[in-house]
């Protein structure tokens, strides 16, 4: 057994109802005098956007905001919050929403300091200097994109979904207010939940980790398996909205340090294509891909299962998996309306797209394209 370890993480990690509050004393902190705030249209009407930016300006500093994220943002998202944040004259990002609008916020403070393009900064530590200071602040629980050093961006032009990651990336300070899920509807806080289950899960077994990825993996499992149902089922339940926070949060600093692995490496071609969110696709393919993996690393898988609470075997994992999904309505692929004949069409592509980003070859069970094909086909 290895005790060496290692773990990348914002310098400030702030988890507390009311935590968002605190943006104009962060900004403050870190020198910032004007700042762009990087959303979706959703903030920007509801008027949370407005109401960040009293609490930057009561602090004494100039915001603007730009409100261009679509889900699943693009190299266009980011190359117009670029323009908005030179515009401004800004020194530093707040990003304000569920993980679209984090990325693009960690892309554009990036590209701020780095001539390119987005694409020239695919795959692992490839971003040569450091980006604006930036503030994340979560409205999902959630990708966990406040605390990685991860971002993900469409390319527009080959509809390709770049996987990035360097520690550039990592925001200054993270605020994870649960208060601003409340506002979640059902079926996004159960995509985004199964999300971070799978980020929880695949940073436990991936080639990658390490003993402080597994605690904070461990503890993400527990918490994001006891309070999901309640979450989904009474979006006012308070508790079950903190702790899911809570269990984001920690997922993302352990797959951002361990790695995702087969899952999401199978999960990124399917939203590119056929534009599913990305915890949805997630959850397709989380108990089919679980199962092809558990013969890598069954001690790990029942280690996972035992901090689920599920007992000591590791088949309990996936039979868990399978009934989550039933109950949280997540359907086949066939079920979410993707045609046959387009699906076989681009099926071959999409294996070959995962395996290029990396992720798999974390996987505790290696798979090749046609093993990737065929869980394509099961998922069907
Ligand atoms: N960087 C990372 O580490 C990382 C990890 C996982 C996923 N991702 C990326 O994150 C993106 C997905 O993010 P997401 O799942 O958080 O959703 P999202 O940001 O795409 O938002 C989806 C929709 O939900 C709405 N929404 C968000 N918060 C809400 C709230 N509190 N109340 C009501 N509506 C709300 C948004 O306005 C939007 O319409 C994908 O692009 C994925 O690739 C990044
Ligand atoms: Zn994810």
């Known amino acids: 057994m290895s005790f060496a370890a290692e773990l990348?993480?914002?310098?400030?990690?702030?988890?507390?109802?009311?935590?968002?509050?605190?943006?104009?004393?962060?900004a403050a902190g870190l020198g910032l005098e004007r700042v762009l705030i990087v959303t979706d249209?959703?903030?920007?009407?509801?008027?949370?956007?407005?109401?960040?930016?009293?609490?930057?300006?009561a602090a004494g500093i100039?915001?603007?905001?730009?409100?261009?994220?679509?889900?699943?943002?693009?190299?266009?998202?980011?190359?117009?919050?670029?323009?908005?944040?030179?515009?401004?004259?800004a020194d530093g990002v707040v990003a304000l929403g569920g993980g679209s609008s984090l990325d693009t916020g960690k892309a554009v403070a990036v590209m701020a300091a780095n001539d390119g393009a987005v694409a020239d900064f695919v795959g692992y530590h490839q971003i040569p200097?450091?980006?604006?200071?930036?503030?994340?602040?979560?409205?999902?629980?959630?990708?966990g994109s406040e605390v990685t050093r991860v971002t993900v961006?469409?390319?527009a032009e080959?509809?390709?979904?770049?996987?990035?990651?360097?520690?550039?990336?990592?925001?200054?300070?993270?605020?994870?207010?649960?208060?601003?899920?409340?506002?979640?509807?059902?079926?996004?806080?159960?995509?985004?939940?199964?999300?971070?289950?799978?980020?929880?899960?695949?940073?436990?077994?991936?080639?990658?980790?390490?003993?402080?990825?597994?605690?904070?993996?461990?503890?993400?499992?527990?918490?994001?398996?006891?309070?999901?149902?309640?979450?989904?089922?009474?979006?006012?339940?308070a508790e079950a909205r903190e702790a899911m926070m809570l269990g984001a949060t920690l997922a993302g600093a352990a797959f951002s340090n361990a790695s995702v692995a087969l899952v999401h490496?199978?999960?990124?071609?399917?939203?590119?294509?056929?534009?599913?969110?990305?915890?949805l696709s997630n959850a397709v393919l989380l108990p089919t891909v679980t199962r092809f993996s558990l013969e890598g690393a069954r001690p790990?898988?029942?280690?996972l299962a035992r901090a689920m609470g599920l007992g000591d075997d590791a088949d309990a994992l996936v039979d868990e998996l399978d009934a989550l999904n039933a109950e949280l309505g997540v359907p086949s692929l066939s079920g979410l309306g993707i045609e046959r004949e387009h699906f076989d069409r681009v099926k071959a592509d999409m294996a070959q797209a995962a395996l290029d980003s990396g992720s798999p070859g974390f996987n505790p069970r290696e798979a090749i394209a046609e093993e990737i094909v065929g869980l394509y086909n099961a998922i069907y």
């Open 158 to 237: 080959s509809d390709r979904k770049l996987m990035i990651l360097d520690d550039h990336l990592l925001p200054r300070v993270a605020l994870a207010d649960f208060e601003l899920t409340r506002s979640c509807p059902p079926d996004l806080t159960a995509h985004v939940g199964v999300d971070s289950l799978t980020h929880a899960i695949e940073a436990y077994v991936s080639a990658k980790a390490n003993p402080i990825t597994d605690a904070l993996a461990l503890r993400a499992a527990e918490l994001l398996q006891g309070h999901l149902r309640r979450a989904y089922h009474d979006g006012e339940d």
């Open 129 to 143: 200097r450091p980006g604006l200071p930036l503030i994340a602040i979560p409205t999902t629980a959630g990708t």
């Open 8 to 26: 990348h993480l914002p310098q400030d990690v702030i988890v507390r109802g009311g935590a968002s509050h605190e943006v104009g004393d962060a």
């Open 300 to 303: 790990r898988y029942a280690e």
């Open 153 to 155: 961006i469409t390319d």
């Open 265 to 279: 490496g199978m999960s990124r071609p399917i939203g590119a294509h056929f534009h599913i969110p990305h915890g």
């Open 41 to 57: 249209p959703f903030f920007a009407e509801q008027g949370l956007a407005a109401a960040v930016a009293e609490r930057l300006t």
């Open 62 to 89: 100039v915001t603007e905001t730009f409100a261009g994220v679509q889900p699943d943002p693009t190299t266009a998202n980011v190359e117009a919050g670029l323009e908005a944040l030179h515009a401004h004259g």
